[in-house]
């Protein structure tokens, strides 16, 4: 399966600011996916990034939020923009690299809006 | 709306104990059902289910899916405290690329 490098590993930010978190596969997928996990919650999907579209958001999560970029096949970002405390989560990038072995998670990144 | 549900909540067992987790699904068109243990930040692998009646084996882990009744168990015997863990469940549609996610299973193994 992939390999996912996902950075920062945490953050700490101002409320009104804005993160950027990237995630580089180790080889071409189709499809990115971006969630988002609050404390002691589940993991909620974000978007769905494919690369030359813009991404699929789903209910609840808007692009001025959450801008996603997709520049090629083996690449991906995700900013949360102007950051509220309620932001805190931890934030998983993910790709099917091999149908027979699921979905891979990036090593995600936890961030604290303060 | 595709919906799954993981069952208990959470657990807490001493070591050497037998666990089993339960996932019931209501998915359209469904595909495939995975199971991923949460440690830390990043879910890892466990198992994909696609056929029933066919148990899947890895070590102490165990899973097998029920079309019929739609749901699966993950059993994990003689555990472990490096069992502890988020125990995730997520289904997948067929068609679909994403996978929707079950609430999680909190397990506690206590030496």
């Known amino acids: 399966s992939a390999v996912i490098s996902q950075k920062p590993s945490r953050d700490i930010c101002q409320r009104g600011t804005s993160l950027t978190i990237q995630c580089q596969v180790d080889?071409?997928?189709?499809?990115m996916f971006w969630y988002r996990q609050q404390p002691g919650q589940s993991l909620t999907l974000i978007a769905t990034?494919?690369?030359?579209?813009?991404?699929?958001?789903e209910s609840g999560f808007v692009i001025d939020k959450f801008p996603i970029s997709r520049p090629n096949l083996t690449f991906s970002t995700l900013t949360v923009s102007n950051m509220s405390p309620e932001d805190s989560s931890i934030y998983l990038c993910?790709?099917?690299?091999?149908?027979?072995?699921?979905?891979?998670f990036g090593s995600g990144t936890r961030l604290t809006v303060v | 709306e595709d919906k799954v549900v993981q069952s208990p909540l959470s657990l807490v067992v001493h070591e050497g104990d037998t666990v089993t987790l339960n996932c019931s699904y209501e998915?359209?068109?469904?595909?495939?059902l995975l199971w991923y243990k949460q440690e830390k930040k990043a879910p890892t692998f466990l198992f994909m289910l696609?056929?029933?009646?066919i148990e899947k084996k890895s070590g102490r882990l165990s899973s097998i899916l029920d079309k019929k009744e739609l749901f699966s168990i993950l059993n994990i015997t003689a555990t472990q405290t490096g069992d502890s863990a988020i125990y995730l469940c997520?289904?997948?549609?067929?068609?679909?690329?994403?996978?929707?996610f079950g609430q999680g299973t909190r397990l506690t193994i206590n030496p």
């Open positions: 080889s071409q997928v189709t499809m």
């Open positions: 990034a494919n690369q030359g579209s813009e991404a699929t958001y």
């Open positions: 997520a289904a997948r549609p067929r068609g679909a690329q994403k996978l929707v």
């Open positions: 696609t056929s029933s009646g």
């Open positions: 998915v359209t068109n469904f595909r495939s």
């Open positions: 993910s790709a099917d690299r091999d149908s027979n072995y699921g979905y891979t």
